[in-house]
């Protein structure tokens, strides 16, 4: 886990949890944009010794705690993550223990589809790492009841991750086991999904647990696609957000 600050710490600030797979500079132009009156910490989940590991979006939340606290930064605006990353800030978030004003996600796949459908997807996975990049191919259709059309998206992080660190990630997306928030908390709780994105799924079970929440769905959108490919105006949604008290 790598810890990166940007700008004045004196300036309220804005944590930043980097998506799976993408490095920090896909926030340059938030950044650039808000460096002025905000501080940024921008974290970055994925590596360990060197190498990709993913410990659970539980075990993470613990991890960023105590490293903020260790440097006694416990008071953000605005706690802001994209896609399997955003598990691990809304752990952070319900915990409490660091406090925030507000909480943006985007493309966060948040499913609860049970434990036997967990048990399926893993063993299916764990086995196409096994078997080259073959055997998974034989289930597609039945993974896609679970995961949509985007089962490549889950089949692209076979390679990348070691076993265990797999078996988080299934285990995240696919049996989420929702944190409480109050709903006063619930009510400062942003989550953004593409029409087009496998993890609109998800939507079901966020209003089951979080129904004070505020979701938006972007029309002809796919995964992370109005982040990455609009981000002018991304950031005036985010600008809009904090306009809201100041």
């Known amino acids: 886990m790598f810890i990166d600050f940007i700008g004045d710490v004196n300036l309220p600030k804005i944590l930043i949890i980097c998506p799976i797979g993408f490095e920090k500079n896909i926030f340059d132009n938030l950044v650039d944009n808000l460096k002025q009156i905000y501080s940024f910490c921008i974290i970055n989940l994925e590596y360990e010794d060197g190498k990709i590991s993913y410990k659970g979006a539980f075990n993470n ?56 459908k ?15 990049n073959s055997y998974a191919n034989e289930y597609k259709d039945i993974l896609k009841t679970a995961l949509g059309d985007n089962v490549d998206i889950f089949l692209n992080m076979v390679d990348k991750f070691d076993e265990i660190s ?18 006063v908390r619930q ?12 993890s609109k799924k998800s939507i079901k079970y966020i209003k089951s647990h979080y129904n004070k929440s505020k979701i938006y769905i972007k029309k002809g959108m796919t995964h992370l696609q109005e982040f990455l490919e609009h981000n ?15």
């Open 61 to 116: 939340a613990i991890k960023i705690e105590n490293l903020l606290s260790e440097k006694n930064m416990t008071e953000f605006k605005i706690l802001f993550s994209l896609s399997l990353s955003g598990m691990t800030a809304i752990k952070l978030y319900a915990n409490n223990k660091i406090k925030f004003d507000y909480c943006i996600l985007d493309s966060t796949p948040m499913l609860d589809l049970g434990l036997i």
């Open 118 to 132: 967990e048990k399926f997807i893993t063993s299916v996975f764990l086995k196409e790492r096994a078997n080259s």
């Open 166 to 183: 797999l078996k988080y990630i299934i285990q995240d997306t696919i049996r989420f086991n929702f944190p409480k928030i109050q709903e």
């Open 187 to 198: 009510e400062k709780l942003y989550i953004r999904y593409g029409e087009n994105d496998f």
């Open 232 to 246: 002018d105006k991304y950031i005036d949604f985010i600008k809009k957000i904090i306009n809201i008290t100041d």
